[in-house]
Nanobody
Framework: QAQLVESGGGLVQAGGSLRLSCAPS????????MGWFRQAPGKEREFVAS????????YYADSVQGRFTISRDNAQNTVDLQMNSLEPEDTAVYSC????????????????????WGQGTQVTVSS
């Protein structure tokens, strides 16, 4: 059973930075796309960013474009999310997700297209 483990959440003041990391278990060759999503209290889960393990486009939600950076470390087998200029509106539980290599999807922004999920890590931004 594939597992994704997130780390790096915490409490930070507005304007600060945090770096989240996602470590998939097993072979990363089992996944084609990795994504980060977030869910704030009382709100639906929303797409944050996605990246392919192989070369390919990187996507960001408009709300984080220019502030967040998703990257992969093929040597460490991790996918990181660098979050800068954090705002109170970024407060949420952030989850890492992966698309199975055996699946063909045409949208990387829909949570329903992801097969595996981590348990999430809390990010709280104080004003």
């Amino acid at each position: 059973q594939a597992q994704l483990v997130e780390s790096g959440g915490g409490l930070v003041q507005a304007g600060g930075s945090l770096r989240l990391s996602c470590a998939p278990s097993g072979s990363t060759f089992s996944y084609s796309v990795m994504g980060w999503f977030r869910q704030a209290p009382g709100k639906e889960r929303e797409f944050v960013a996605s990246i392919r393990w192989s070369a390919g486009p990187i996507y960001y939600a408009d709300s984080v474009q220019g502030r967040f950076t998703i990257s992969r470390d093929n040597a460490q087998n991790t996918v990181d999310l660098q979050m800068n200029s954090l705002e109170p509106e970024d407060t949420a539980v952030y989850s890492c997700a992966a698309v199975s290599l055996s699946r063909i999807v045409y949208s990387y922004t829909s949570p329903s297209n992801y097969d595996y999920w981590g348990q999430g890590t809390q990010v709280t931004v104080s004003s």
